[in-house]
């Protein structure tokens, strides 16, 4: 990869999730916190058990042996990336800990600084602060401050979306789960633009968005008109009865390459088959049901990190899906991340792609 020190590109560029990555944000495991309970879990976490387990432990530090072997996940990630020739860049610590309160919720805790594809999105040439549906994630920007302020001050443009109040009004009271073969439907209300930035995924001028316990039509109509007519967002259809976040569910690789979750995507936009793009089908994860997963599920096996349109960075140890990958053209690059993924999320979600090296298009 060349020197990014010589880049022609703007300080923040990114048109999609398969451009040459130059420089990238990996999340840190310093100070995490188990979130705290609050009704949006109820829509996010499948099994009761963790429920349970969110309603006595949430507000409390992770087990240093597990913030130890996520780090030791995450390390090698941003090993890996700097051997790629990526610059790799980190958020501030910031004191999690703390309980705090506004005139519409109070909660015990903050969470952490592991993700922050949840907290931005970097699209063109600007990053934007997500006006997320948690209320324990109400203050998780403040990491990624000293950021934002540098690269706004090298030329990207810097906003927040509107922030939310997150009162009682944000979600719908005595909200139940839909169970396998009920309609699809999400814990929130139309009250205020809601959206995690991971809700969104990149495909030049066509975003795609999903609705989630974290976002709603109010957010994605919020978003198609701050982008204005250079882009156009379109809503995918997902059915997953605690959704969150559209990649481990659907996500475009690379021109003409589409990743789906086979139980998650009941049908693919027709603008794909009209362009002949290939719907590539995720195979069933291989991480041992055994392993603990207090955030995610199996799925986020299909949360890879594209590094151009070839090289992809996927979990060790999900052979079947590095098999396909390989079929499929691309060239997998194994990274231990079972034990980040227990806390946390994939790659996709652990990064932020900040520039990449191409240019606004279509691929329709």
């Known amino acids: 990869m060349d020197d990014v020190k010589h880049s022609v590109y703007p300080v923040v560029n990114a048109h999609n ?3 040459p990555l130059e420089e990238v944000i990996v999340g840190i495991v310093d100070g995490a916190m188990i979130p705290p309970w609050d ?3 109820e829509a996010t976490l499948h099994e009761r058990e963790l429920w349970d387990f969110h309603r006595k432990f949430g507000g409390s530090p992770w087990p240093k042996e597990i913030i130890d072997a996520a780090k030791k996940d995450l390390d090698e990630f941003v090993h890996i990336l700097e051997a790629e020739g ?17 005139p519409d919720f109070e909660t015990k805790s903050g969470c952490y600084a592991l993700m922050p594809r949840d907290v931005l999105l970097a699209i063109g040439d600007q990053i934007i602060e997500a006006p997320m549906g948690w209320r324990s994630r109400y203050h998780e920007h403040s990491a990624y401050k000293d950021l934002c302020k540098e690269y706004f001050k090298k030329g990207a443009r810097w906003v927040s979306a509107p922030r939310p109040q997150l009162s009682d009004r944000s979600y719908v009271e005595g909200f139940v789960a839909p169970q396998e073969g009920e309609p699809m439907r999400t814990i929130l209300t139309e009250f205020e633009p809601l959206l995690d930035a991971a809700d969104v995924i990149k495909c030049g001028r066509d975003i795609f968005v999903a609705q ?3 976002c709603n039509r109010f957010g994605i109509e919020w978003l198609q008109r701050h982008l204005g007519n250079d882009y156009s967002v379109h809503e995918v259809e997902v059915h997953d009865t605690h959704p969150m976040h559209i990649d481990a569910t659907f996500y475009p690789l690379a021109p003409g390459k589409l990743l789906i979750n086979p139980e998650r995507v009941p049908h693919v936009p ?4 009209k362009s002949g793009w290939d719907v590539l089908v995720c195979p069933e994860p ?3 049901e055994s392993h603990p997963m207090y955030n995610c599920s199996r799925w986020i096996s299909m949360n890879v990190l594209m590094l151009d349109e070839e090289r ?9 899906l590095i098999r396909a990958l390989e079929d499929w053209g691309f060239k997998p690059i194994p990274c231990n991340f079972y034990d980040f993924e227990t806390i946390g999320g994939g790659f996709h979600c652990a990064s932020l792609d900040v520039r990449r090296r191409g240019e606004l298009r279509s691929y329709f």
Do not use: H, N, Q
């Open 17 to 19: 999730e398969w451009d």
């Open 270 to 273: 027709e603008m794909f088959a």
């Open 286 to 288: 291989v991480m041992p």
């Open 312 to 320: 992809v960075i996927v979990s060790k140890g999900e052979d079947t």
């Open 86 to 102: 990526v610059t790799v860049r980190r958020p501030t610590p910031y004191d999690f800990s703390k309980p705090y309160a506004t």
């Open 39 to 41: 009704v949006i879990l």
């Open 212 to 214: 989630s316990s974290c």
